[in-house]
Each structure stands twice: as structure tokens, then as C-alpha cells.
Nanobody, 121 residues
């Protein structure tokens, strides 16, 4: 079994900062790409940022320069540092990871349960 557990969401004022964390645990053999997605009210889920196993990153245009994705491979953890938050960043943020389980052939995608981020004054 594999679990992805997010933490760090909450209520923040415009211009503030939050740091999200996502820890992968369970029968993991190796982890490939990791990413953060978000789904705002009445919107489709969208990619916010991604990071490959060797550290290459990519960002949605709306967050570039404000958000930073990073990972700690030793801890099976991915982070999302969010600075200069805006009301339009309000969404449920989901962690996603492609990984290989011990004893299972091939990789699969896993999702966390989501963490709410609300940006409001």
C-alpha cells in the first residue's frame, strides 16, 4: 500500500506565504516525477508545478516566480513554497507522484487527499 499525505494548507492573507508538504509512504521501491495540482471552486484540476527525480522543475505560468517546488528524495517528500499569494490561488491542492511499488511491475500514479488553501483578507 502507498499513501501520499499533504499538510501545510490554511488561510492566508494576500501577499502572504504558505509551505505545503507531501510525504509518500508505504511499499515504495522508487519515486519518479512528483507534482502539485490544484482545483479551485468551479474549476478543473490544473497542474501547478512538477519536479522530476533529477530535480528538473516546471511551473504553470500563473505561479512562475511566486511558487517553488522542491523534493527531498531521502524523505520521499515534495514541497511547494508559495509566496506572494493571491486570492486566485484559493483551491484544494493535491500532491501527485508516479512511483514503483515493491513487488509490483510498472509504475502507477498516486494522489493525496488534498489540502485546502484559502487566500483572503
Amino acid at each position: 500500500q502507498v499513501q501520499l499525505v499533504e499538510s501545510g494548507g490554511g488561510l492566508e492573507q494576500p501577499g502572504g506565504s504558505l509551505r505545503l508538504s507531501c510525504v509518500a509512504s508505504g511499499t515504495i521501491r522508487s519515486i519518479g516525477d512528483m507534482a502539485w495540482y490544484r482545483q479551485g471552486p468551479g474549476k478543473q484540476r490544473e497542474l501547478v508545478a512538477g519536479v522530476t527525480s533529477d530535480g528538473t522543475t516546471n511551473y504553470a505560468g500563473s505561479v512562475k516566480g511566486r511558487f517553488t517546488i522542491s523534493r527531498d528524495n531521502a524523505k520521499n517528500t515534495v514541497y511547494l513554497q508559495m509566496n506572494n499569494l493571491k486570492p486566485e490561488d484559493t483551491a484544494v491542492y493535491y500532491c501527485n507522484s508516479r512511483l514503483w511499488q515493491i513487488g509490483v511491475f510498472g509504475a502507477s500514479d498516486y494522489w493525496g487527499q488534498g489540502t485546502q488553501v484559502t487566500v483572503s483578507s
